[in-house]
């Protein structure tokens, strides 16, 4: 029964009972979680997934900053439908992301729904802004690409939300992301079989799939029993402009590195346009390996680590879809990576 039952569901169950009854007064808001934990015997995250689900059942709204009251949204009529919208917050505008967006609406499509894209540019603070918009638009849900330190965004969301492609440790929501640490230590492992020792990495900034591709950058490295200057380990944003200002870094010093393993395709053609303005030659000269497999690497005959970007998209919508309809979700579920080999990476020069 447990299992066919879950303890959210039957707090959910309970406490529309007691609304029911009119137990709590209507236009007053219901005590806090942790106040309804110690009534129910229970987690107050677990109070806090009964109470988003009575808000997809229209038993009670959230109002940002004030509480949960009982009944439905008073900006909706009482014959007014659920919210035709679902939030999907990315962290920049990068070509990765439209692709996740292009198979995210395809999946929506069927039942009626639409997405409304946000970009943070980096900003927690943004985040939190963009957070507060979708629950003013009383959007069913969010999909959410999330930057570091963007904890407080999601305290009290009102509403279901699924990480995807990156996600906070300090925050209990279910996530897919592909094995980042993995997929850097095969592009370290690939270039060091072709015979390069002289590696760098250009990274994004300090969200989780940048330590992670970093972790694994190090791991690899660590299995070859090489060892790089502190200085070839440069991290900050996803940008093509981060990666040719980093490329210029790298190159503006010496040693110079044989080889670049980047945190994006974007970062990439940065540190590409670099290398081609600088007359270095890619392969020839510096072998270059970026991350996500878009568009993009194939233009630039990049090899690459692909990310399967449709069973990402699939997996955070089943999630999504999952926790609208009051159902258990696992909160970890992470993906494997590939190595594409094109013609960036090369033996060194000798």
């Known amino acids: ?34 106040r309804l934990a110690r009534e129910l015997a229970a987690n107050h995250l677990t109070v806090r997934r009964a109470l988003r689900l009575l ?9 940002p900053s004030r509480g949960t009251y009982p009944g439905p949204s008073p900006s909706q009529s009482p014959d007014a439908q659920p919210s035709a919208l679902v939030g999907v917050l990315f962290s920049d505008v990068d070509p990765y992301f439209l692709r996740i967006v292009s ?14 894209i946000r970009f943070t540019r980096g900003s927690p603070a943004r985040e939190a802004e963009i957070m507060c ?9 969010v999909l959410a690409a999330p930057v570091g330190d963007s904890e407080q965004a999601y305290g009290d969301p009102g509403m279901p939300v699924v990480f995807f492609d990156s996600r906070l440790e300090e925050v209990p929501f279910p996530y897919v992301v592909t094995d980042d640490f993995q997929g850097t230590r095969w592009a370290v492992e690939h270039l060091v079989s072709l015979g390069h020792r002289r590696i760098a990495h ?39 402009e981060w990666g040719h200002l980093a490329a210029g870094r790298l190159f503006a010093s010496s040693p110079t590195p044989t080889a670049l393993v980047c945190g994006s395709d974007v970062i990439a053609a940065g540190a590409l346009r670099y290398l081609m303005e600088s007359g270095r030659r890619c392969p020839e000269d510096v072998s270059v390996i970026g991350y996500s ?27 999504l879809a999952a926790l ?23 033996p060194p020069r000798t």
């Open 324 to 346: 609208l309809e009051g159902r258990h979700t696992p909160q970890e579920n992470r993906l494997e990576t590939s190595l594409v080999v094109r013609r960036s990476t090369a």
């Open 202 to 240: 250009i990274g994004g900034g300090g969200e989780a799939t940048s330590s992670e591709r970093l972790r694994g950058f190090d791991h690899g490295l660590a299995e070859a029993m090489i060892s790089v200057p502190s200085s070839y380990r440069l991290c900050q944003e996803y940008s093509r």
């Open 55 to 63: 808000a997809v059942r229209g038993v009670v709204h959230t109002v």
């Open 133 to 141: 918009d979708f629950r003013r638009l009383g959007v069913q849900g």
């Open 293 to 319: 497999d878009s568009e993009l690497s194939r233009d630039l005959q990049l090899t690459t680590v692909r990310q399967p970007m449709q069973r990402l998209a699939a997996t955070a919508w089943r999630l």
């Open 1 to 34: 029964m447990a299992a066919s039952n879950p303890k959210y569901r039957e707090l959910a169950d309970l406490l529309e009972r007691r609304i029911e009854a009119g137990e709590f007064p209507a236009g007053a808001a219901l005590p806090g979680e942790k």
């Open 103 to 116: 198979e995210l609406e395809a999946l929506m499509a069927p039942r009626g729904l639409s997405p409304v």
